[in-house]
Structure formats: C-alpha cells, structure tokens
C-alpha cells in the first residue's frame, strides 16, 4: 500500500511537471499569436489610412501653371512725392517667375472646392517688393519665395441655377486680359475694376438670357497685431458690395460677353500698409463698368474687346499723415480721399495669322482722379491703374498646346501722379510728366 501511494504521488508530480510545460508552452505560443495579430492589425490600419490618403488626394484635381519672364525696363518717374522730382532710370536684363498650383475637388453633387496657391519672385533675390505686403496681392506680387493663398472657395448649388460661392474669390487675372494671356476666362470680374485677391461671398443666379451676382467682401479688417479681435480701435472695417449681370448679345456675331458691374466700397482706409491704431477712415467709392468682348467676330481670325469704367468719390473730409516705411518721417502730407469723379477705358485686339502665332494690341487710357483695384502684377507697370495713356503691343507664339513665347513691348506716359492710389495729397494728384518703356519676352508652360 506503502509502495503504490509513493508511486501515485510520484505520477501525479510527473503529471503536473508535464502540465506545467506544456502550458509555459502554450502561453508563449499564444503571445507569438498576439504579437503577429498585432503586427496584422497595425499593417491593416498602415493600409485603411494609405487608402484614406490616397482616395482623399485622387478627390483633388491638380493643375499648375509655370511662367518666367526677361525684361528690359526704362523711363522716367518721380522720386519724391511732395517736390515732385523725377529720376531718369534704366534696368536691363531683369528675371521674374510665377508659379500657380491649382486645386479642385468634387465634395458632392452639391458642393465643390477650387484652389490656387501661388509664388512670384525675382530671381536671385527674395526680399520682395513693397506691394507683397498687401492681401490683396499676396503671392502676386514679387515677394520672399514663400507660397501663398491666391483662391479657395467654395461653390455650394442649392439649386441648379441658384450658387453661392464662399472664401477668397475668383478675382484675379478676368475680362481683358485673356486674349493676351492666351487663356479661356479666368476670373469673375473685368480687370478695369478689379484684379488681385478678394474674400468674400457671392450669390448667383442664373436664367436663359442672363447670370445675376450679388457679392459681399471684406477689403480690409483690422485685428490687433498682438491681442487679435479681442482689442478695441476705432478704425472701421472696408467693406465691398456689388451688383453685376452678364449676357451674350442675341446677334450672329461670333462668342460673345457683355457685363455690367457695380460696386460700392465703404471707409477706405488711409494705409493698408499700417496696422495701428492711428489709422483712419478716409471715405466711399463707388464704381460702375461696362465690358464687351467679341471673339473670332462675324467668323474671323479677330477678337476684340471693350471696357469702360466710371470711379466716383464720397470723402468724409478728413486727412491725415502717411509714413508708408515706418521711419518717423512724413512721405506724404495731409492725405486725402480724392476729390473728383475718374474714368478709364481699356480696348484691345488679336489678330491669330495661325493657330500658333498671334498678334495684339491694347490701349488703355486713365483721367486724373482714375482710381480702380486693380493691380496686374504680372504687368510691371500696372497699366490699367494708369493715369495716363499706355499702348501695348505683343506677339505669341504656341510651342503647343500647353507652352508658349510671348515677345511684348509696352510704352506707358504718365500725366498725373498716384496712379492705383485713391487717396493723393489734398486730393488733389498733381501734374507730372513720367513715362516708362518695356521690352519682355515671357515663356508660359500650363500643365
């Protein structure tokens, strides 16, 4: 008896033993089991989010356009606002470039989201100019290399016919300038009036004979630079309201565009440069356009277009001093809205001898007291805020569908000062005798 006890508890040792093992064995084979369920898991995870990536990236359309430009410039223009001084000057043999990536992307049936970013700079030199601080012209103007926001906007359809389109706009680059540019339309509303950026929120309407817009923006907004909007000034904001209705004319004779624009922009400020609260309000401008294009007219090789434009002045009486760099020394004195009523009128033509060689002329001319928001900084001279007459001439050459040359010459007399200001020295832009000379070839490669 003695005997099979010590031979059941030495089983039952031996027995356990065995069990022990193989259950050490089976809990590490079940965390190698874990630990590649694990690895699985993460890889599957690694995957569902390439995937979410992916299809996130293949919802956005991309497009890009590549532009660099030589140029030889020469003239004559002031050099002190309040003498009147002028400096002959000649700079041959200057680069620039621009580069545009475009973005767009279906959200839904309804909805749709469209892009642009945007880089202008001389080449070998990002310090940029003085203009690339303004909003209106960021990534436009030649600025520090760095990319910027020229468009993002929403179109949201609640019905067919019925938009609303949300965000920075499609303001820049419209009507009168596509045919030297070579491009189908760009943008909204005629450069006459207004080229560069724009936030805001646009209605539309369209029927059979014409499309209605009914637009708000903001032109400029104060926030405190340190505190934000959690600050007080008694600056108020710009802002921008507008009317505009365009339609083809019934007639056979050729594509057609006619638009007409109204806008009213409420307390200008006196510098958009200055972010303190020592700036003020200065007034009202109102603007009106009308613009006409006809391409390939009466089944030709000519296309033309027409654009005219009327800017009318409401001062609220006050003046003020202006320190454009900040130095502590007055660059222009007793500044104000300008006085009187300006007009400006825009025409142009191309002539296509071939599919890929085509020739054109513009002509714009500005009254005294001209003041319009635009500027074309892909223009060195900005000629449509010109006071002044300005002839340009240019010829394009197509590699292909997607490049082309573009030898341009362009001669711009200045007849009074502050051209693209609205506001001048008692309100009154004095007599100068300025002029500038322009001789560029641009290659422009859309892809």
Same mark, same amino acid.
């Not at 909003?135 to 929403?154: F, P, S, T």
């Not at 800017?311 to 320190?323: E, R, V």
């Given at each position: 008896m003695k005997k099979l006890l010590m031979l059941t508890m030495a089983g039952s040792i031996l027995l356990a033993g065995e069990c022990d093992a193989k259950l050490e064995?089976?809990?590490?084979?079940?965390?190698?089991?874990?630990?590649?369920?694990?690895? /699985?898991? #993460?890889? !599957?995870?690694? =995957? $569902?989010?390439? &995937?979410?990536?992916? +299809?996130?990236?293949?919802?956005?359309?991309?497009?890009?356009?590549?532009?660099?430009?030589?140029?030889?410039?020469?003239?004559?223009?002031?050099?002190?606002?309040?003498?009147?001084?002028?400096?002959?000057?000649?700079?041959?043999?200057?680069?620039?470039?621009?580069?545009?990536?475009?973005?767009?992307?279906?959200?839904?049936?309804?909805?749709?989201?469209?892009?642009?970013?945007?880089?202008?700079?001389?080449?070998?030199?990002?310090?940029?100019?003085?203009?690339? /601080?303004? #909003?209106? !012209?960021?990534? =436009? $103007?030649?600025? &520090?290399?760095?990319? +910027?926001?020229?468009?993002?906007?929403?179109?949201?359809?609640?019905?067919?016919?019925?938009?609303?389109?949300?965000?920075?706009?499609?303001?820049?680059?419209?009507?009168?300038?596509?045919?030297?540019?070579?491009?189908?339309?760009?943008?909204?509303?005629?450069?006459?009036?207004?080229?560069?950026?724009?936030?805001?929120?646009?209605?539309t309407y369209k029927t059979k004979p014409a499309t209605f817009r009914l637009a708000y923006g903001k032109g400029y907004q104060w926030q405190d630079i340190n505190n934000g909007y959690t600050s007080g000034t008694s600056q108020k904001d710009t802002n921008v309201y507008g009317f505009f209705a365009e339609g083809r004319l019934p007639f056979d004779i050729g594509e057609n565009l006619l638009i007409f624009s109204a806008t009213k922009t409420t307390d200008l400020i006196a510098n958009p440069f200055d972010a303190s609260n020592n700036n003020m309000n200065l007034g009202d401008y109102t603007h009106l356009g009308l613009y006409f294009e006809n391409n390939k007219a009466f089944k030709t090789k000519l296309s033309y277009f027409i654009s005219l434009a009327y800017?009318?002045?409401?001062?609220?009486?006050?003046?003020?001093?202006?320190?454009f760099d900040g130095d502590g020394v007055v660059d222009m004195p007793n500044v104000k809205l300008l006085k009187k009523s300006g007009y400006a009128y825009h025409i142009g033509l191309r002539y296509d001898i071939k599919n890929n060689f085509k020739v054109g002329y513009e002509f714009n001319h500005g009254s005294r007291y001209w003041f319009s928001f635009s500027s074309n900084v892909a223009d060195p001279i900005n000629k449509l805020a010109a006071r002044g007459n300005v002839n340009d001439f240019y010829l394009i050459y197509n590699l292909d569908m997607n490049q082309y040359f573009r030898l341009g010459y362009t001669r711009a007399d200045i007849d009074y000062a502050g051209s693209g200001m609205y506001y001048w020295m008692n309100g009154e832009p004095n007599k100068v005798d300025e002029y500038y000379d322009v001789l560029y070839t641009t290659y422009d490669v859309r892809f």
């Open positions: 064995k089976l809990k590490m084979e079940f965390e190698k089991f874990k630990k590649e369920m694990s690895e /699985q898991i #993460d890889e !599957l995870y690694d =995957r $569902a989010d390439e &995937n979410e990536l992916q +299809a996130s990236l293949n919802k956005i359309k991309w497009s890009g356009e590549f532009e660099t430009r030589v140029g030889n410039y020469s003239g004559e223009r002031t050099t002190n606002l309040i003498t009147g001084k002028t400096k002959k000057f000649r700079n041959n043999n200057k680069w620039d470039m621009r580069i545009k990536l475009n973005m767009e992307a279906k959200i839904n049936e309804k909805t749709k989201f469209t892009g642009r970013i945007m880089v202008s700079k001389a080449w070998a030199n990002s310090t940029g100019v003085f203009q690339s /601080q303004l #909003d209106m !012209l960021q990534g =436009r $103007a030649n600025g &520090n290399a760095k990319l +910027a926001l020229e468009r993002a906007y929403i179109d949201y359809k609640f019905t067919p016919n019925f938009i609303m389109t949300i965000g920075r706009q499609p303001s820049s680059d419209g009507p009168g300038m596509n045919l030297k540019y070579d491009t189908p339309r760009k943008a909204t509303y005629p450069a006459l009036l207004f080229n560069g950026e724009a936030d805001g929120i646009v209605f800017a009318n002045p409401n001062g609220n009486g006050k003046s003020t001093n202006i320190d």
